[in-house]
């Protein structure tokens, strides 16, 4: 048993909506690892924090406080998520010598995304170029101190590179979800179902065109920014074939939301961001629909278009237009469909098994 210590600093990203983070959790727990979770954000499932043995809200707190409070913990493993995570940790290995460091990462930390977080601001400015410098610097410092590196995917581990995070110890995970057969039973399904996100980052060229859908009937439902609280009434108006929820569920009320939903609809807008445009099989909306036995239909998107198409859990479709057609021939042969998502989901993306050799890690790196 060891004394684990995740950090979650990512700011707008509860751990609810984050499987990677919570389903590690729940795997320690059931090792009978001690669970320490330091977060800037609230936890709202009561079920997640029934397996965390103590929680540490960092909100407000400086990058020294949060450094000082670790070491007092003094765990045998910490693992840090995301760039935020690596700019408080990257000191530490030199002096907590005993303590397994693992970057286990979940975005790429691109020029993009520092322009991105600064509000759209031109990253050609000297604060934004200075903040991507020294955060950088400091993640690259921490990833070359670390045991391991964890990504999710090929593709992501090559975009990683490009920015400059390579680790000679990487294992790849994808974020997929514990394999519920109970979930994945054939029900009675209709209609096509938008879950997660709804921002203008992800899912502007979707809404733009929302006058090529307008006779099927598609769901939207999640957490939306204002861009797209805007467009609410406009669609209500305009789209009687569309409903929009805009909500936040814990991971087993989100579950049985989507449950009706005959079809998952992943997009995600081109942007000059690669960590979105690399998402591969980063992607929780993809792996979400999948592991309830929900053929998917995708835009074409490097990672996720390849692996429906090998795999032949959906359809891959270029524009908005096309995506009547690809409802249709789902359903057409939705049997089809959903039998190759659930002989795919068991083979190779049950988190269950997928999460292994990180446990092995665990258990013998350090």
């Excluded at 003094?74 to 998520?81: G, L, R």
């Excluded at 936040?248 to 997009?267: C, D, H, M, N, T």
């Excluded at 942007?271 to 053929?295: C, R, V």
Aim: hydrophobic share 40%; with cysteine; aromatic share 12%.
């Amino acid at each position: 048993m060891k004394k684990i210590l995740l950090l979650c600093q990512q700011q707008g990203c509860p751990i609810e909506l984050s499987p990677a983070r919570y389903q590690l959790i729940n795997v320690l727990k059931d090792l009978n690892h001690n669970v320490y979770v330091f977060i800037a954000e609230r936890i709202f499932s009561e079920a997640i924090r029934n397996n965390i043995d103590c929680v540490v809200n960092t909100m407000g707190l400086t990058n020294k406080q949060v450094q000082n409070k670790i070491e007092k913990v003094n765990p045998e493993v910490i693992i840090a998520f995301t760039y935020e995570d690596a700019r408080i940790l990257y000191s530490l290995p030199r002096v907590m010598k005993r303590t397994m460091f693992i970057y286990f990462n979940l975005e790429i930390y691109t020029p993009s995304m520092e322009q991105y977080l600064a509000g759209g601001k031109r990253f050609f400015s000297r604060q934004c170029i200075l903040n991507y410098i020294c955060n950088k610097f400091k993640e690259v410092l921490y990833v070359r101190q670390c045991k391991l590196f964890v990504i999710q995917d090929a593709l992501r581990e090559k975009t990683s590179r490009k920015y400059l995070i390579k680790h000679s110890h990487t294992i790849f995970v994808p974020n997929s979800y514990v394999l519920n057969e109970k979930e994945q039973n054939e029900v009675q399904r209709s209609g096509i179902i938008y879950s997660g996100g709804i921002n203008r980052l992800q899912a502007k060229s979707l809404i733009e065109e929302l006058d090529k859908i307008s006779d099927i009937p598609i769901t939207f439902a999640g957490w939306s920014d204002g861009y797209f609280k805007k467009q609410y009434n406009k669609i209500r108006k305009d789209h009687p074939n569309i409903k929009v929820y805009d909500q936040r569920l814990a991971p087993e009320q989100l579950s049985a939301f989507l449950q009706p939903y005959a079809i998952g609809l992943v997009w995600y807008t081109v942007t000059k961001d690669e960590n979105i445009n690399n998402i591969g099989l980063a992607s929780g909306k993809l792996f979400k629909h999948l592991s309830l036995g929900q053929p998917v239909i995708v835009m074409d998107c490097p990672g996720i278009s390849k692996v429906v198409n090998e795999l032949r859990l959906g359809i891959v479709i270029y524009n908005v237009a096309e995506l009547k057609d690809a409802y249709e021939l789902i359903m057409k042969r939705y049997s089809i469909y959903q039998k190759h998502v659930v002989d795919a989901y068991k083979k190779f993306f049950d988190y269950k098994k997928v999460i292994q050799p990180f446990l092995r890690e665990l258990e013998f790196g350090s």
